[in-house]
């Protein structure tokens, strides 16, 4: 498989690249039936900045009064999000993922473009699909 990875506002630890990895060759297995130089998968993340600290407020009884409000439950200030595109002979799939840390991010990612891979697989190719064919329905019922 080919894939390019790309980032935006972060640097890629060896770690978090050798996780990628893994996650691609779980890939791979879904995929047996394709040329490995087939599909082509975009992996892109990009770090983001929260820009909800605070909010106004104005409440509803005169509409005069207006209270500024900060917000104590933000987890972090910042937080990653990115897209994963793989490009099948039939249909690409894209899947938006989001998380607190890159592993996060990436796990929510792959988690989702794994879900996508098997519908794929069983609309686009009926020998790999987990339903049973109708036929079989059919010759069950008549016995």
Not at 25 to 37: C, E, G
Not at 102 to 109: K, L, R, S, T
């Amino acid at each position: 498989m080919i894939y390019n990875i790309a980032v935006k506002g972060c640097v890629l630890s060896d770690e978090t690249l050798a996780y990628v990895e893994k996650h691609l060759t779980k890939l791979a297995k879904y995929l047996p039936n394709f040329n490995p130089d087939a599909p082509f998968l975009d992996l892109i993340i990009r770090k983001q900045k929260i820009h909800l600290d605070h909010y106004i407020q104005r409440t509803p009884v005169n509409g005069t009064s207006i209270k500024e409000v900060k917000n104590p439950k933000t987890q972090s200030p910042v937080y990653y999000e990115g897209i994963i595109k793989i490009i099948l002979p039939r249909k690409p799939l894209v899947i938006r993922m989001k998380g607190n840390t890159i592993d996060e991010a990436i796990n929510d990612g792959f988690k989702q473009i794994n879900k996508k891979i098997k519908t794929y697989r069983g609309k686009h190719f009926p020998s790999d699909s987990e339903y049973y064919d109708k036929k079989s329905i059919k010759e069950s019922e008549e016995e």
